[in-house]
Each structure stands twice: as structure tokens, then as C-alpha cells.
T-cell receptor, first 112, second 114 residues
Framework: QKEVEQNSGPLSVPEGAIASLNCTYSDRGSQSFFWYRQYSGKSPELIMSIYSNGDKEDGRFTAQLNKASQYVSLLIRDSQPSDSATYLCAVKIWEYGNKLVFGAGTILRVKS | AAGVIQSPRHLIKEKRETATLKCYPIPRHDTVYWYQQGPGQDPQFLISFYEKMQSDKGSIPDRFSAQQFSDYHSELNMSSLELGDSALYFC?????????????FGPGTRLTVT
């Protein structure tokens, strides 16, 4: 079992809809959580970071963290075709130092 | 804003050759990380440096070595290259000890071993 699990998708949503991406993690020592967007052949781009339980909003993006359930999600409002990419959930686990442990990523397709 | 710089962007080598990848972190960032991403896979952590000292080590083969220099740039040296080393190699940087540990990735080096 991977330490960070994501549904590989693809997740297809129509333009203008809300895309909901989910991530679960197994290590309760996890302390920092990040969402990256990666276009094919490009580098991961940091979208959101979240460190405490609750919601964090930045523009069209909202990250939600529930440490009791070991669950982190990313909501993308008003999805655009340019949002079509792979979304990587990454976790920093205290006992592993500062490295990031990535999930396998969820492919998002926004249909116009 | 300045980003992480990596060079070269593309590299083609033959089996058993050596390769050196370079990374220039975001100014004032003190921590550098190296990741390897194979086709269709998520990035795998190789090694990191904080203030020029190795801080964490992941699944880096013994054939690979890395260091961080006094100007904070880092180099990943890869020897006895194998076909399986073909991948995207990303460098990321962060503000470590006093920061949020948010890692910002460079554009990557695509290594092809033939």
C-alpha cells in the first residue's frame, strides 16, 4: 500500500463545474500537505499547501484537510479546459525528514 | 519571480557513460531536493541538501552522487548509466529551517540513455 493514495482517474468534468480531487494518507505523522499540478512532460507546479485541519481557499482552489480521517482534498471551482492536467497530492512526513511523498496523481479532464 | 533553474534540459547518453545535472535554487532558498520521475510515475525522492550538507536520502542508486556548493547550487552526478535511468530529473528548492518547506520545482532534465 502506498503511503499516499489517489484515484488515478481520469476524472472528467464539464467546463464551469466543480472538480473534486481526493487523497488519503497512511502515516499519522504526516504534517504538511501539498497539491501540485503537472502537465504532461512538465514539472510539478505548487498550487496549494495546507497544514492544519479545515479549509484553505486561494482563488478557484480550495484545499480541505481532515487529519482524523487522514484525508486531504482539492476543489477546483469553475473548472476550465486549461485545468486539464495530473494533480499530485504530496505529503511531508515528520519521521522522513523534509522529503515529499507523492501519490500517483489524478488525471483531470475538463470538457468544453 | 525567479524560479529554479536546471541544466541541461535534455541529455542523451549511452549506457555506461556518466552524466552531470545542475540545479540552481530560487535565491535565498537553502534546501535543494532531487527527484526522479519515470514515465507514468510519480516523482521519487532521491536526495536533499540543507546548507550544503546532505539532509535526507531516498532511493538513490550507489552509482549516483550529489552535492551542494557554497553558492547553494547542486549537482547530481550519475555514473555507469543504465537504460532504466532514462527519466525526468527534477530539482526543487525550499526555504528550509525557517520556512514552510514548500518545494518549488525546476523545469527538469530529460535524460535518455541509449
Amino acid at each position: 500500500q502506498k503511503e499516499v493514495e489517489q484515484n488515478s482517474g481520469p476524472l472528467s468534468v464539464p467546463e464551469g463545474a466543480i472538480a473534486s480531487l481526493n487523497c488519503t494518507y497512511s502515516d499519522r505523522g504526516s504534517q504538511s500537505f501539498f497539491w501540485y499540478r503537472q502537465y504532461s512532460g512538465k514539472s510539478p507546479e505548487l498550487i496549494m499547501s495546507i497544514y492544519s485541519n479545515g479549509d484553505k481557499e486561494d482563488g478557484r482552489f480550495t484545499a480541505q484537510l481532515n487529519k482524523a480521517s487522514q484525508y486531504v482534498s482539492l476543489l477546483i471551482r469553475d473548472s476550465q479546459p486549461s485545468d486539464s492536467a495530473t494533480y499530485l497530492c504530496a505529503v511531508k512526513i515528520w519521521e522522513y525528514g523534509n522529503k515529499l511523498v507523492f501519490g500517483a496523481g489524478t488525471i483531470l479532464r475538463v470538457k468544453s | 519571480a525567479a524560479g529554479v533553474i536546471q541544466s541541461p534540459r535534455h541529455l542523451i547518453k549511452e549506457k555506461r557513460e556518466t552524466a552531470t545535472l545542475k540545479c540552481y535554487p530560487i535565491p535565498r532558498h537553502d534546501t535543494v531536493y532531487w527527484y526522479q520521475q519515470g514515465p507514468g510515475q510519480d516523482p521519487q525522492f532521491l536526495i536533499s541538501f540543507y546548507e550544503k550538507m546532505q539532509s535526507d536520502k531516498g532511493s538513490i542508486p550507489d552509482r549516483f552522487s550529489a552535492q551542494q556548493f557554497s553558492d547553494y547550487h547542486s549537482e547530481l552526478n550519475m555514473s555507469s548509466l543504465e537504460l532504466g535511468d532514462s527519466a525526468l530529473y527534477f530539482c526543487a528548492s525550499s526555504l528550509g529551517a525557517t520556512g514552510t518547506y514548500e518545494q518549488y520545482f525546476g523545469p527538469g532534465t530529460r535524460l535518455t540513455v541509449t
